[in-house]
């Protein structure tokens, strides 16, 4: 593997100290964004410095260059998508409404079992390929669409198959209780996840299991059994909760040992503190908040309060048609009032957490895996310039597997 020498970059976003696992409150206001060179080798972050021996030298003047985007929460992979409900949502009628007349989850899982694997891959690879020239360098994917064993099954192999397509690295989480399946009641669909779990472990590639706790899905009790499930199988608990209406989950979801509770749209301020104290993130889904014209789940208060702050994309076909890490921390942003920092360390450090990878990526620090971006431009311009990507190249595992054309000629193979 070659040796790459990043140098003259203007700003470098750092940890306020090394072996962090995440950043809370001011700790996030804390990263250094200093000037800096950077050595990769062997696919890792080698010093802190240029190296004269690199065989791919970078200039970066006037560039930032930060972690690569984690995308904590995403429903790829997907069939086709529902841009006329889109068209039902700008005219005012509720997803919940929707959902019960047969469109929202219910469709996708239609088209994903009327799309052939190879199609299915092939709308996933064109999404990642879109990820990675926003710099999204690694992805979680979710089953959910599936709504059968066997189709929740497919989506979990479909998620494997992704993985050593793309050029990102990928985890999979198994969303088994996404939408009631036709045909069972909500518990009776338990009862089926509760049997496959020994498949879905055998699969080897889930890390978490995750449910969508609304009126028009499961319930609170259904997520204790989730996370006893979680438990038993060692994996992590993530769910869907307070996104549409208040179910009052996150209480829930902390005593079942949750890794993160996602949305948090409807999250009651009483139950800030709770979840603050906690060693779960809150993952905040900014782009289905303003598409969706959800509430908006109180991000400063969550940052103020010390809670360990995530933002994501939530890239699906129905709430949040939108894979671009940029936007996300765009909208989050200007929803919550973060600031450059805030934004930035929600969308790598704190991603990467969520995923159990944070000993590993998410941040620039000497040992870490070199899933490194440069942007061209200071890191305030990435919610700034809303809609646009910053991103001039981005490395994983120390390769450069994105350059634009503008930054071709920064590239100097010796
Ligand atoms: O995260 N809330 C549940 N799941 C998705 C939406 C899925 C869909 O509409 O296809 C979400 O918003
Ligand atoms: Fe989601």
Redesign the pocket.
């Known amino acids: 593997m070659i040796g790459v020498s990043i140098e003259g970059a203007a700003q470098v976003l750092r940890p306020p100290a090394d072996g962090m696992p995440h950043l809370r409150g001011d700790e996030l206001e804390a990263q250094r964004l200093d000037p800096c060179d950077l050595a990769l080798r062997d696919g890792a972050i080698a010093a802190l410095d240029a190296d004269g021996g690199a065989e791919l030298r970078v200039d970066a003047s006037g560039c930032a260059v930060i972690p690569g985007f984690v995308d904590c929460?995403t429903?790829l992979p997907?069939a086709g998508w529902?841009a006329a409900e889109y068209e039902q949502k700008l005219r005012g009628v509720p997803?919940e409404e929707i959902?019960r007349s047969g469109g929202?989850?219910a469709?996708?899982a239609r088209a994903l079992r009327e799309h052939a694997d190879e199609e299915v891959l092939a709308q996933a690879d064109a999404l990642a390929a879109e990820m990675l020239a926003s710099g999204t360098t690694t992805f979680e994917c979710k089953s959910?669409?599936g709504l059968s064993r066997d189709g929740e099954m497919r989506a979990l192999v479909l998620a494997r198959e992704l993985e050593v397509r793309v050029p990102q690295s990928t985890v999979s989480t198994a969303?088994l209780a996404?939408a009631v399946p036709e045909g069972h009641s909500a518990d009776g669909w338990m009862g089926v996840v509760q049997e496959m779990m020994p498949e879905v472990i055998a699969a080897g590639s889930v890390t978490a299991l995750d449910i969508?706790v609304?009126s028009i899905?499961f319930s609170n009790e259904h997520l204790e059994l989730m996370g006893e499930l979680a438990r038993a199988a060692g994996l992590a608990l993530r769910c869907?909760v307070e996104?549409?209406s208040s179910h009052g989950s996150v209480p829930v979801a902390l005593a079942a040992g949750a890794r993160s509770v996602?949305?948090l749209s409807m999250l009651p301020a009483s139950d800030i503190p709770a979840l603050a104290a906690a060693r779960c993130a809150a993952v905040l889904?900014p782009v289905?908040e303003f598409l969706?014209d959800e509430h908006r789940a109180p991000g400063r208060a969550l940052v103020e309060a010390g809670a360990l702050v995530v933002l994501a994309t939530?890239a699906?076909?129905?709430?949040?048609p939108v894979v671009s890490m940029p936007v996300a921390i765009g909208l989050g942003a200007r929803l919550y009032g973060l600031s450059a920092r805030e934004a930035v360390g929600a969308a790598t450090i704190n991603g990467a957490w969520v995923l159990g990878l944070e000993h590993d990526r998410g941040s620039i620090e000497v040992g870490k895996r070199a899933d490194l971006l440069l942007l061209d431009g200071p890191i305030d311009a990435i919610a700034y310039r809303l809609g646009r990507s910053p991103v001039g190249a981005a490395f994983v595992g120390g390769r450069p597997v994105y350059v634009r054309p503008d930054f071709e000629h920064r590239m100097e193979r010796r």
């Not at 699906?316 to 949040?320: I, R």
Request: proline share 3%; hydrophobic share 30%; no cysteine.
């Open positions: 929460h429903h997907f529902r997803y959902s929202g989850i469709a996708s959910g669409y969303l996404h969508f609304e899905a869907h996104q549409f996602d949305h889904l289905a969706g939530d699906n076909p129905g709430t949040a």
